[in-house]
């Protein structure tokens, strides 16, 4: 079994001075949950080679098992410094694709043709696209072959408004992830409480709502590729 994650390349968080990029644990997470089911995994980034990942992913308080483990792979971080370009991987290559969240992604893949291009490949060929946090931005403007949006009627969810004021970053991300999915007919659903795990699959759209969503969010994309 072959799965592509697709990280960030971008790191500033608008004009805030602030760096952003990947939240370490909605890669960390989801990359152990595939390498200890046997899964081989292949790192892409737009820019590729060393993505960034976002300083406050790896504060005392954003750390997890997983986060750790990575820390202390030198295996991991090593293949994590050379992900390979966007533009040079193919779906057929794959069983499924796999999208880490961050702020970095509303930056430079919400209208990136690599990954716009990868998506409508992996849908057509019958394979699920798995996304968490803000990676679900991926899905906002691509469309399907009579041309709606991907996600028009599908269940999906994704970091929400509440979530994005509770770290005090409405006024600053390029869009609030939740109420652009709605603008595009998706019916999005989310946990009770704010930054509680909740996931949820839409036939071959799998989706996570924030960085406690991580690991549950790749379990769930096993099962989908189990059958």
């Not at 295996?75 to 069983?95: C, G, K, W, Y």
């Not at 990954?115 to 679900?136: D, G």
């Not at 403007?141 to 999906?156: L, M, Q, T, Y």
Request: aromatic content about 8%.
């Amino acid at each position: 079994m072959k799965i592509l994650m697709v990280l960030t390349s971008h790191d500033r968080m608008g004009d805030t001075g602030h760096k952003t990029g990947f939240w370490l644990e909605e890669f960390a997470a989801p990359y152990y949950v595939f390498k200890d089911a046997g899964v081989e995994i292949t790192l892409a980034s737009p820019a590729g080679g060393q993505p960034p990942v976002d300083p406050n992913s790896t504060q005392e308080d954003a750390l997890t098992e997983a986060t750790r483990r990575f820390e202390a792979d030198e295996e991991a971080r090593e293949q994590l410094a050379h992900t390979r370009p966007l533009d040079s991987v193919n779906a057929e290559d794959f069983d499924a694709v796999f999208y880490p969240g961050g702020h970095g992604p509303l930056w430079d893949l919400t209208d990136n043709p690599d990954s716009q291009r990868l998506i409508q490949a992996f849908l057509t060929a019958e394979k699920p696209v798995a996304t968490v946090c803000h990676a679900p931005t991926v899905l906002l403007n691509v469309r399907d072959a009579s041309g709606k949006p991907i996600v028009e009627g599908r269940r999906v969810t994704g970091f929400t408004n509440s979530e994005e004021a509770a770290v005090g970053l409405t006024e600053v991300v390029p869009h609030l992830l939740e109420e652009e999915l709605v603008k595009r007919g998706a019916r999005f659903e989310r946990s009770e409480g704010d930054f509680t795990a909740f996931q949820l699959r839409d036939g071959l759209l799998i989706t996570g709502q924030n960085p406690a969503s991580s690991a549950p969010t790749a379990e769930l994309l096993l099962q989908v590729l189990r059958g």
